[in-house]
């Protein structure tokens, strides 16, 4: 084997051109190990490894998942964790809790198992009323009447809880899921036959309001699972969360479709996951209050959709976010979160995982 | 003789243990990504199935998608899925229809995570029997956080999710 020698100018040229292309790859192999240990990764990379939970995690600082986004941004932004403070926390029970409404009188009407209970803000039970199932929302009038839905039908109860009707069922695929009634009219949400069915107060039934129609625009509602409410609004319109969507519509009592606002986002000013918004309430003001599941959180939008404050943010229901929607949770039928909204502006949060009620007040931050 | 032999033969067939195979339990699983680096296989023998009859049909569907995606397309960078094994079909506006391409499928529950913590839960791990070899043993059921595995009748080898969760 020939000696290699410096001198020689063939291999002094060939030594040299071999260091250079040695070294041009150690280069490259040490940039992409500078990208790789800098997160260069795709984002889909990252999984949570503290159930969502962003309190008390490690990798919180650096992680860019959504649900750290959201806390980050929760934490930044101005109203947050000051425009509401949670002034009562009433426990909850064993048996499951499916929808907590405030009637007119500012009294708490929570359905679970197969009764509904009224009780007081501070939390005092004052009655039960039974009824021969689950009921998977509530509406009270002005006069104290209380509307039940249960599953495929609605029955109506006078003030005293005592049984006057028992409305028909619309078909075997209804599954109501939200109540809201007004002077003369009672709106049930259909979570499974995706429609606003519209009654009057004597119970017949007069209209449906949202089925998609390509020729008068309505898209359609998107109902992956049973989260589906309706309020009637100050102005005169209904609020329909649109869940697969991602945003809150508005639609006449006559069913034409008159806007809608929301996106889909993990941050904190859009709709989390496939399929949220999954219930609303309205502030006296006509605000919107939105509940999300998923990454469970309540937020408020103005009348136009604008995102204004975090009422309750994931962080704030610690056993609720470790409960995805597709995993089976003892003693819970649902996941997520349920609002109502009383005349004083106070917000009752039900949270369905541990059937806590919280009842949260606004402060200087959070009044109009 | 022979009736001795009828007792042996009798006394065998009592303590001889049913014939049982692993599978997850749906419930009980975590989603840890553990199952598709234990198995003794090369490729795990657990896979992503899917209950097209729980499932919402999602436009924006979060076992697909990873967080925050570009658009919602089927561009690689906006899956979840590390090897690209679901495959997403457009239906009718606006539902989508996702299944899963066992070949690609390598058991790492990223999927399976997403949907169930947003979405139904409509996608579960399972053990294929067509590719577990029913170790005595099973590697992956030793580090099992959530202590899923369990031993099924091989008449019943898989414990399929029917409904969702939520009523």
């Known amino acids: 084997m020939k000696k290699f020698s410096f001198k020689d100018p063939i291999q002094r040229r060939e030594f040299l051109r071999g260091g250079v292309r040695y070294g041009m790859l150690a280069g490259l192999a040490a940039a992409a190990a500078r990208a790789v240990s800098n997160g260069g990764g795709r984002l889909a990379d990252q999984t949570c490894t503290n159930k969502g939970i962003c309190d008390g995690c490690v990798e919180y600082p650096a992680c860019e998942l ?35 409404e405030i009637g007119p009188d500012d009294r708490l009407y929570l359905a679970t198992g197969n009764a509904i209970i009224v009780m007081s803000q501070e939390g005092v039970r004052e009655r039960e009323i039974a009824l021969e199932a689950q009921a998977r929302c509530v509406a009270v009038a002005k006069d104290g009447t209380l509307f039940a839905g249960l599953r495929d039908h609605v029955e109506v109860f006078d003030p005293k809880g005592a049984r006057i009707a028992m409305w028909e069922s619309p078909g075997p695929r209804t599954w109501l899921t939200g109540l809201a009634v007004g002077e003369s009219d009672l709106f049930a949400a259909d979570a ?38 309706v309020r009637i609004h100050p102005d005169g319109l209904l609020r329909v969360n649109n869940p697969g969507r991602h945003r809150v519509e508005a639609y006449t009592f006559e069913g ?79 996941v997520g979160v349920a609002a109502a909204t009383d005349s004083r502006g106070r917000i009752a949060i039900l949270d369905h995982i541990t059937g806590e009620i919280r009842i949260l007040q606004p402060t200087a931050l959070g009044r109009v | 003789m022979t009736g001795v032999g009828a007792l042996l033969g009798k006394l065998a067939g009592a303590v001889s243990p049913k014939a049982t195979v692993w599978q997850i339990d749906p419930a009980k ?12 296989l090369e490729q795990s023998a657990v896979k992503c199935v899917h209950a097209y009859a729980i499932c919402g049909y999602c436009d924006l569907c979060t076992g697909y998608f990873g967080p925050e995606p570009t658009e919602l397309n089927t561009a690689a960078e906006n899956q979840y899925c590390p090897t690209a094994a679901i495959q997403r079909r457009f239906v009718e506006d606006p539902y989508y229809q996702y299944a899963i391409d066992e070949t690609l499928c390598i058991g790492c529950a990223k999927c399976v995570d997403g949907c169930n913590r947003y979405g139904n839960g409509s996608l579960f791990l399972q053990v294929r029997h067509d590719r577990c070899v029913n170790c005595n043993e099973c590697s992956i059921a030793r580090v099992c956080p959530g202590d899923a595995f369990v031993r099924v009748p091989v008449e019943q080898p898989y414990l399929i999710k029917t409904t969702p969760t939520t009523s």
């Open chain 2, 29 to 40: 699983c975590l989603r840890c990504g553990k199952c598709a680096d234990h198995c003794v």
């Open chain 1, 256 to 334: 034409e479709f008159a806007g809608a606002w929301g996106k889909a986002s993990g941050l904190i000013d859009g709709f989390c996951g496939c399929c949220n918004p999954t219930r609303i309430a309205l502030l006296p003001d006509g605000r919107m209050v939105t509940c999300e599941k998923g990454m469970p959180r309540v937020k408020i939008y103005s009348i136009t959709g604008e995102f204004e404050s975090v009422v309750a943010p994931a962080a704030a229901f610690p056993k609720n976010v470790k409960v995805g929607p597709g995993e089976r949770s003892i003693g819970a039928s649902l």
């Open chain 1, 66 to 100: 959504p649900q750290a986004l959201s806390a980050r941004q929760a934490k930044a932004a101005p109203n947050s964790g000051g425009a509401y403070e949670e002034i009562l926390r009433i426990p909850g029970s064993d048996t499951p809790s499916l929808h907590l």
């Open chain 1, 192 to 229: 499974g036959g995706r429609v606003v069915l519209r009654y009057d107060l004597a119970g017949k039934l007069v209209g449906r309001i949202g089925e998609k129609n390509e020729e008068r625009d309505i898209p359609g509602f998107v109902i992956p699972s049973p989260y589906f409410s």
